[in-house]
């Protein structure tokens, strides 16, 4: 093995000349890492949008429910008015877990990140060239 580089271009490019197929693998180790982390911000993404519009969703209706309960405690006497008062109260609670669920930061995590990775790969490069990490 030639001696080590203190220039990391040029121990980049001896290493590309020793192992071209080096660069394809790595190219298609970094693709899929790439859409494996699309993937699971595109799925929190849908999550927390599924999960505000729902809780929107709920509000209306929640108010919606809450005017036709007033109407009623109104217009007719009742032997339990806080009996009407339920439906809309629970859906005004479901909204709330909505919102809470969908501004919640998702506990998704993969094993390796695309900059965790940068950072190892950096690291190796550099133990290459032979400088200090």
């Known amino acids: 093995m030639a001696a080590p580089h203190t220039n990391l271009p040029a121990a980049f490019v001896e290493l590309l000349l020793q192992r071209p197929d080096l660069l394809l693998d790595h190219a298609i180790a970094y693709s899929r890492l790439t859409k494996s982390e699309f993937e699971l911000k595109r799925r929190q993404w849908m999550r927390q949008t599924v999960a505000a ?3 929107f969703v709920a509000m ?9 309960a007033l109407m009623f405690e109104m217009t007719m006497p009742l032997q339990a008015p806080w009996f009407i008062w339920l439906i809309p109260l629970s859906m005004l609670l479901f909204a709330a877990l909505a919102l809470r669920s969908a501004r919640s930061e998702t506990t998704l995590q993969e094993s390796a990140s695309l900059a965790a990775q940068f950072s190892l790969d950096a690291k190796a490069l550099r133990s290459f060239a032979g400088r200090p990490t």
Do not use: E, I
Not at 60 to 67: M, N, T, Y
């Open 53 to 55: 519009l729902l809780a």
């Open 60 to 68: 209306v209706l929640s108010v919606a429910f809450s005017g036709v």
